[in-house]
């Protein structure tokens, strides 16, 4: 068994559920092995509270990535007993048949990065669980009549994400997961991190990124 799945879950996401983790981590496939990367969500703010410099906020915002995946690591059965550190500590975790749950792992990464490196490495699918349902042309919030694409070229969600990559501060996609995504073709999905959603992601409605 290998893994191919790799879902990459905001840190808000694990928050919002703590008072019901255990269908949280349960609502996960559970006949499959999994690679979850999580964010640090709200926590991000101790990094915006230090005058540090980028690579020292990254630093404070992995530890906070880590502290969420020990959290869904402890609630879960049949899942690799460590968060892993390394892209080789990944690999060795992945080997071990086992699902495997992680933070980030090296400055200057968000958990969408991370999650697609980790999928390049297993050579997986990904799925980006947020907050909203897919991509959608403009900040749905903010513009009633935003278009939501069912799916996306890469080049096209290039132009949407190509901005700035500061610590803690990142859009539903950021622009460097999509470099990778885009360097070794990586099947992608974004979609609402509802729990029918996670335990089913090929099924959700959601925004497919499309390689030409």
Known sequence: MSISKVFAVGGGIIQDNLEDLEEFVSSFPEDEQIAIVTGAGSLNRYQSAVSGNNGEKDLIGIKATRLHAQTVLTEMENVYPEVPETPEEVQVAAGSGKSVIMGGLVPGYSTDAVAATVAELLDA????????????????????????????????????????????????????????????????????????????????????????
């Open 125 to 212: 699918d990904l799925y980006i669980a947020t907050t909203v349902d897919g991509i959608y042309s403009e900040d749905p919030e903010e513009v009633s009549d935003a278009e939501k694409f069912e799916e996306i070229s890469v080049e096209k969600l290039l132009e949407i994400t190509g901005g700035a990559n500061e610590p803690g501060v990142y859009s539903v996609v950021d622009e460097a997961a999509v470099r990778i995504v885009e360097r070794s073709g990586i099947e992608t999905k974004i979609f609402q991190a509802d729990l029918e959603n996670l335990s089913d992601p090929e099924s959700a409605e959601g925004t497919e990124i499309i390689h030409r």
